[in-house]
Nanobody, 126 residues
Framework: VQLQASGGGLVQAGGSLRLSCAAS????????MGWFRQGPGKEREFVAG????????YFSDPVEGRFTISRDSAKYTVYLQMNNLKPEDTAVYYC????????????????????WGQGTQVTVSS
């Protein structure tokens, strides 16, 4: 599966952005989807994940309560809604897909993901 992330940009602290990740092919529903990010001088880290059926989600502590993740199976797209953005959210955001038999489990470990998008830059100014 090929993944194309979009929606990044420059926003002031407290603002919002919505990232999108469009997947190619009709196998979108076979994949757990996730978002990761890599800030300046930092390791890539997990941000959010959503199960194949969309009913289970999981977030990292820094974004819990501010970010939401959703998926549209008809559009083969996963979204990351980011609210109340902070300067420490500045990073390149990557979407990723993991093949998994379970329809309700989520994955948060980078090595569990099989396919990656190209990344989209999010910059939050103070």
């Amino acid at each position: 599966v090929q993944l194309q992330a979009s929606g990044g940009g420059l926003v002031q602290a407290g603002g919002s952005l919505r990232l999108s990740c469009a997947a190619s092919g009709r196998t979108f529903n076979n994949y757990v989807m996730g978002w990761f990010r890599q800030g300046p001088g930092k390791e890539r880290e997990f941000v959010a994940g959503i199960s194949r059926n969309g009913r289970s989600t999981y977030f990292s502590d820094p974004v819990e309560g501010r970010f939401t993740i959703s998926r549209d199976s008809a559009k083969y797209t996963v979204y990351l809604q980011m609210n109340n953005l902070k300067p420490e959210d500045t990073a390149v955001y990557y979407c990723a897909a993991a093949m998994l038999d379970s329809t309700w489990r989520v994955r948060s470990i980078e090595v569990d993901y099989d396919y990656w998008g190209q990344g989209t830059q999010v910059t939050v100014s103070s």
